[in-house]
């Protein structure tokens, strides 16, 4: 859906008005086109240490980036600052005022991105304060980026090197356009697991993919993106959406299945049609929900069963089928949508953010599961979302929802796909049981 107000607050003469007015000028996000160079400019690398030397290597070397260790007149296109080894908040001050003297002159659509280490109940007071001091710093400050900059954060699990898969995986989406509509999020990495494609614009060389509900919105982006990197998909939504479902299918070279995925045997079908049609199955992705939104005073069975039975119940059912098939055990990734509502709440969805947060809670539980298999299970949390389903919310209630975020604006489908199709490579192996929010940093939850 067309966002009209930041069209024309960035066109010629309503953009010079809106200025003069002083009105929110969310700038135009810059998204993926395959084939793009990861930077444009200059990447500043801040921070002390082997790990920071480790880090400047990487970008230099392997993925031939243009990398200054200090500060320079330079129009930087990311900014990384490397944190782990900092053990006092008196660390934090050198690299992060010598950023501060950078960020006037980013360039548009500039990363900048964090690496640092958890807080712990172990750690000495100090070290806890100056990990946690990352976290407070890192959100405040992708609050104060403008011009479609964002900032993120890799957080280390202790053990965990900067040159771990998951580490420079997860490094290269957070810089990459890949990641337009993530901001203000901080994404631990918990072992030194997965592995590094040999082609980073076909990581899903080889894999096959199911997704739900892929008819249409996210669920199709999401299996168009996975095809885009290399996956043979499996498209699954309701027969009543048979004619979508397998334009949507033919589009991405993929099969479809329709499929209810509340049916008792739905786990057992996904599975049977991916090894006839395809030899395997490697990924599945629940994008499959339902919304029935109903104060909960007025709320009912027929609003609340169908939508913890489709979005939560279904995902329960569906991986419990594959994880006792012994037909899933080859680094086989989950990744489910859950939802910024399961996280912060919101008016009228307690059922729905019933199920998110029940999402949540699954793929924490389920991660540890697929741990002996090398496999993952994490979830991707959207927040306002372009969609056919939020065209139809009141267009002042739109409004305010597409500027609550730190970028002022919804997001596309496409950015959700993004952030599934990072969840679901080899290179996110080491991250486990994790949320990822793609939602422009809401000003609202966490």
Known sequence: MTDTYLELVNGGLTGTLAKKLGLPRPAPLRRYRAGE???????????????????????????????????????????????????????LAAPVLEAAATLRSLARGARVVTLS???????????????????GLLRS??????????????????????????VLG????????????????????????????????RPLAGRVAVVTGAARGIGEAIAETLARD???????????????????????????LQLD?????????????????????????HNAGITRDKLLANMTPEKWDPVLAVNVAAQLRIN?????????????????????????GNRGQTNYAASKGGVIGMVRATA??????????????????????????????????RRLNSLQQGGQPVDVAEAVAFLASPAAGGIRGRVLRVCGQNMVGQ
Do not use: C
């Not at 280490?117 to 976290?135: H, L, S, W």
């Not at 599961?369 to 009141?394: C, D, H, K, Q, S």
């Open 230 to 256: 290399g996956a043979t998909v499996v498209a699954v939504d309701v027969p009543a959406a048979g004619d979508h479902l397998a334009a949507v299918a033919n589009r991405v070279r993929g099969t479809a």
């Open 141 to 166: 400050l992708a609050k104060e980026l403008r011009g479609g900059a964002t900032g993120n954060g890799l957080v280390l699990a202790d053990g965990v090197g900067v040159d771990a898969p998951s």
């Open 320 to 344: 419990e089928a594959l994880l006792t098939s012994g037909d899933f055990t080859d680094a086989p990734r989950i990744v489910s949508l859950a939802s910024t509502s399961g996280i912060a």
């Open 117 to 135: 280490r958890p807080a712990t109940d172990e750690d000495a007071p100090a070290v806890a304060a100056a990990r946690q001091g990352v976290d």
């Open 368 to 401: 540890p599961l697929l741990e002996a298999f090398g496999g993952t299970a994490n979830a991707v949390a959207p927040g306002f979302i372009e969609t056919e389903m939020t065209a139809r919310i009141p267009a002042v209630t739109r409004q305010v929802a």
């Open 261 to 285: 995925v509340t049916a008792d045997d739905a786990g057992e079908r996904i599975l049977e049609h991916a090894l006839q049609r395809h030899g395997r199955l490697d990924v599945v992705v």
């Open 170 to 201: 997860g490094l290269r989406f957070l810089l990459s356009t890949r990641s337009a509509f993530v901001d203000g999020q901080l994404l631990a990495v918990d072992t030194d697991g997965g592995s590094l494609p040999d082609d980073w614009d």
């Open 37 to 91: 160079p990861l930077l444009v400019g200059p990447v500043l690398v801040l921070g002390k240490g082997a790990d920071a030397d480790a880090v400047a290597a990487q970008l230099a070397g392997p993925w031939d980036l243009d990398v200054h260790r200090h500060a320079h007149d330079a129009r930087y296109a990311a900014l990384v600052l490397v944190l782990t080894e900092v053990t006092h908040p008196d660390d």
